[in-house]
């Protein structure tokens, strides 16, 4: 069971804008910045988003990062076949005193 | 070109040892954090254990606390994690990671990871 929640799967058409939640609780997400990775099949995770809203160079803007109280979102917009990956969130956990990830969701491009 | 390279990884019996090397490049090391995550065979992430810059703070998950050592050698630009009392659910892909700071971890370069299976 995962210190932060993340629906398994999610999906969209190309073109869509889908939008992934992750859900906490005050001793991470409510206190901390949310860091956002994309891990393609196969392969090893990348930085997507950092200090909620942050892109690191590279990133497209179609990729977009929110937070608020004890929840985050990743947003995707203008959907692309090669955005179908596992989706992590991740932040500090204050009580834990460690890093704490999501579940993953699985992004389908239908 | 930054870069982060495992190895040490491989099949070890319950109860065994193994460690893991990091060989880093392209980037000054001795001034990031460095971090260990896993990944189980089709499970999510999960953080094990990152060490500051010098050296002098290192901090682990609770399933490993007392089993796994992290250590750095910044001469060298390497990363280890000495992983002794091995279990089963040790069994994943281990990356090296930079970043992962206390309090602000982001984690912007990831090696391509090294498999440990622990299996009698």
């Known amino acids: 069971q995962s210190v932060l929640t993340q629906p398994p799967s999610a999906s969209g058409t190309p073109g869509q804008r889908v939008t992934i939640s992750c859900s906490g609780s005050?001793?991470?997400?409510?206190?901390?910045?949310v860091y956002w990775y994309q891990q393609l099949p196969g392969t090893a995770p990348k930085l997507l988003v950092y200090r909620n809203n942050q892109r690191p160079s590279g990133v497209p803007d179609r990729f977009s990062g929110s937070k608020s109280g004890t929840s985050a979102s990743l947003a995707i917009s203008g959907l692309r076949s090669e955005d179908e990956a596992d989706y992590y969130c991740?932040?500090?956990?204050?009580?834990?005193?460690?890093?704490?990830f999501g579940g993953g969701t699985k992004l389908t491009v239908l | 070109e930054v870069q982060l390279v495992e190895s040490g990884g491989g099949l070890v019996q319950p109860g065994g040892s193994l460690r893991l090397s990091c060989a880093a490049s392209g980037f000054t090391f001795s001034i990031y954090w460095m971090s260990w995550v896993r990944q189980a065979p089709g499970k999510g992430l999960e953080w094990v254990a990152n060490?500051?810059?010098?050296?002098?703070?290192?901090y682990y998950v609770d399933s490993v606390k007392g089993r796994f050592t992290i250590s750095r050698d910044n001469a060298k630009k390497s990363l280890y994690l000495k992983m002794n009392s091995l279990r089963g659910e040790d069994t994943a892909v281990y990356y090296c990671v930079r970043g992962g700071q206390t309090g602000t971890p982001s984690m912007d370069v990831w090696g391509r990871g090294t498999t440990v299976s622990v299996s009698s």
């Open positions: 005050g001793s991470n997400i409510g206190s901390n910045y």
């Open positions: 060490i500051k810059e010098d050296g002098s703070e290192k």
């Open positions: 991740s932040t500090w956990d204050d009580s834990l005193f460690g890093v704490v």
